[in-house]
């Protein structure tokens, strides 16, 4: 007697099941980290200062008198003949030093008012409009007026005189970069994680929790500063869940925008699974 071949079984093992998203994690940063540009030309200045030559010169006094301080110190150094005239204010404004030492300074400046004001998109307009008015303004007035305009500006430029070693910006550099480290470490004491089901807040040295819904979440972006979303994207993130009373601010989010599409992705489902304790699906 035959017998047939059975055919296999279909098989009943459940479908894998697919791994949960693991949410989005947001961190609200100090403001102490757009100080950074200032960090990044130091270290262009502590490098370009370290390959300048003559490194100990100071243009206040003529270069005969630096180069006979040289030699009571060390006989060893050669004379340098016929003493050289001292330099001219402007000169002095033009020399490799000053002009790092003016371009850290301007930078280091810059980072402080980013730090210190918001400037909105609105604002930060009319302020440009301003400048640039006032700048035409003073310029007819020197046309119609003949007036030479850039003698006040040659003279208040002749008066500035500032400059550093490279040791001073190396060590400004190393400063900065140890206090963003302590930041990008200690972000993780105070965030939030926005599951497809609930947003949870971590905060404290212990990882409190705090637990909130997302049904019928709504969130807006905001851009308070341009300044600080031109240097990193930085923004305004606020949450407005149901049943609660306030809405819940999330400031000084960088790169809000993708923040913001991965929010819209989120939230464009909800996650919702029947499972037995063995974690498969009954259907």
Same mark, same amino acid.
């Given at each position: 007697?035959?017998?047939?071949?059975?055919?296999?079984?279909?098989?009943? +093992?459940?479908?894998?099941?697919?791994?949960?998203?693991?949410?989005?994690?947001?961190?609200?940063?100090?403001?102490?980290?757009?100080?950074?540009?200032?960090?990044?030309? $130091?270290?262009?200045?502590?490098?370009?200062?370290?390959?300048?030559?003559?490194? $100990?010169?100071?243009?206040?006094?003529?270069?005969?008198?630096?180069?006979?301080?040289?030699? $009571?110190?060390?006989? $060893?150094?050669?004379?340098?003949?016929?003493?050289?005239?001292?330099?001219?204010?402007?000169?002095?404004?033009?020399?490799?030093?000053?002009?790092?030492?003016?371009?850290?300074?301007?930078? @280091?400046?810059?980072? @402080?008012?980013?730090?210190?004001?918001?400037?909105?998109?609105?604002? @930060?307009?009319?302020?440009? @409009?301003?400048?640039?008015?006032?700048?035409?303004?003073?310029?007819?007035?020197?046309?119609?007026?003949?007036?030479?305009?850039?003698?006040?500006?040659?003279?208040?430029?002749?008066?500035?005189?500032?400059?550093?070693?490279?040791?001073?910006?190396?060590?400004?550099?190393?400063?900065?970069?140890?206090?963003?480290?302590?930041?990008?470490?200690?972000?993780?004491?105070?965030?939030?994680?926005?599951?497809?089901?609930?947003?949870?807040?971590?905060?404290?040295?212990?990882?409190?929790?705090?637990?909130?819904?997302?049904?019928?979440?709504?969130?807006?972006?905001?851009?308070?500063?341009?300044?600080?979303?031109?240097?990193?994207?930085?923004?305004?993130?606020?949450?407005?869940?149901?049943?609660?009373?306030?809405?819940?601010?999330?400031?000084?989010?960088?790169?809000? +925008?993708?923040?913001?599409?991965?929010?819209?992705?989120?939230?464009?489902?909800?996650?919702?699974?029947?499972?037995?304790?063995?974690?498969?699906?009954?259907?």
């Amino acid at each position: 007697m035959s017998t047939d071949a059975k055919s296999p079984e279909p098989s009943t +093992s459940a479908p894998a099941v697919r791994g949960r998203d693991k949410g989005i994690k947001v961190f609200m940063w100090p403001k102490v980290i757009y100080i950074f540009p200032s960090a990044v030309v $130091a270290l262009f200045c502590a490098v370009t200062m370290y390959m300048l030559p003559h490194k $100990a010169y100071d243009p206040s006094v003529g270069p005969d008198t630096v180069a006979a301080g040289a030699k $009571a110190a060390d006989p $060893a150094v050669p004379a340098t003949g016929a003493p050289d005239a001292p330099m001219t204010r402007r000169e002095r404004f033009n020399t490799p030093q000053n002009l790092l030492g003016v371009l850290f300074l301007v930078m @280091l400046g810059f980072n @402080l008012v980013v730090m210190g004001l918001d400037f909105p998109r609105f604002e @930060l307009i009319g302020i440009i @409009l301003a400048v640039l008015f006032g700048t035409f303004f003073v310029l007819w007035l020197g046309s119609y007026f003949d007036l030479d305009l850039l003698r006040p500006i040659n003279t208040l430029l002749g008066s500035i005189y500032t400059f550093a070693n490279a040791g001073f910006y190396l060590m400004y550099f190393l400063m900065v970069m140890t206090v963003l480290a302590i930041v990008y470490v200690t972000r993780w004491l105070d965030y939030w994680e926005i599951m497809p089901n609930e947003i949870l807040h971590h905060h404290g040295p212990l990882s409190d929790l705090e637990r909130y819904p997302t049904m019928n979440l709504k969130f807006d972006k905001e851009i308070p500063d341009v300044l600080e979303y031109m240097l990193l994207g930085a923004g305004r993130l606020v949450l407005r869940v149901p049943n609660i009373d306030r809405a819940i601010i999330l400031d000084n989010v960088l790169f809000i +925008s993708s923040k913001e599409e991965a929010l819209k992705r989120l939230m464009s489902r909800l996650d919702v699974r029947i499972t037995t304790d063995k974690d498969e699906p009954l259907i």
